[in-house]
T-cell receptor, first 113, second 112 residues
């Protein structure tokens, strides 16, 4: 069975500061990993994905994530936070194909002016 | 053009009623899903269909019945609504090759 742990249900950063959202996964097969963002009262938007190609994955809005197999981690980073980054972020894992996503509990990112 | 669309966006209803949520995707994907997001924002798979065939049915009460009339549509019918059914329901779709799922805007269901 697969699982995802997101450390920190709420992360608060100052505008311009580094954003680091942590995600650890458990999977018995090579995983496909995703980060999604959910703005208030909206759907889930794909930020980026890892599917066994490059371990450093670049996504939209300046976000990137690094797959580290030895640490079973897929942390999301952004060098400089903007106010518009305030949202809920979800890490998810799947076996690929048409298997469903298993989500972490989400991390709410607040950006302080 | 909206890739994955859901109707209605908001649904407020009384306990005991029956309601349906519709989902359509224009991405040409062969797999569609229903996820439930609870009040704590936790997302969990309910059902998935591949080429109109049910392939995953998690432990969901049988008051919930999905139907896929064709590859582009996946509807969710809920009988005898209960207070605990209040949640946001998301539809998603993907191709079997990529595994990347694209989500609809969600249907916010409130049962009074």
């Amino acid at each position: 069975a697969q699982s995802v742990t997101q450390l920190g249900s709420h992360v608060s950063v100052s505008e311009g500061a580094l954003v680091l959202l942590r995600c650890n996964y458990s999977s018995s097969v090579p995983p496909y990993l995703f980060w999604y963002v959910q703005y208030p009262n909206q759907g889930l938007q794909l930020l980026l994905k890892y599917t066994s190609a490059a371990t450093l994955v670049k996504g939209i809005n300046g976000f990137e994530a690094e797959f580290k197999k030895s640490e079973t981690s897929f942390h999301l980073t952004k060098p400089s936070a903007h106010m518009s980054d305030a949202a809920e972020y979800f890490c998810a894992v799947t076996e690929g194909g048409n298997t469903p996503l298993v989500f972490g509990k989400g991390t709410r990112l607040s950006v302080i002016a | 053009d909206t890739a994955v669309s859901q109707t209605p966006k908001y649904l407020v209803t009384q306990m005991g009623n029956d309601k349906s949520i519709k989902c359509e995707q224009n991405l040409g994907h062969d797999t569609m899903y229903w996820y439930k997001q609870d009040s704590k924002k936790f997302l969990k798979i309910m059902f998935s269909y591949n080429n109109k065939e049910l392939i995953i049915n998690e432990t969901v009460p049988n008051r919930f019945s999905p139907k896929s009339p064709d590859k582009a549509h996946l509807n969710l019918h809920i009988n005898s609504l209960e207070l605990g059914d209040s949640a946001v329901y998301f539809c998603a779709s993907s191709t079997q090759d990529s595994g990347t799922q694209y989500f609809g805007p969600g249907t916010r269901l409130l049962v009074l």
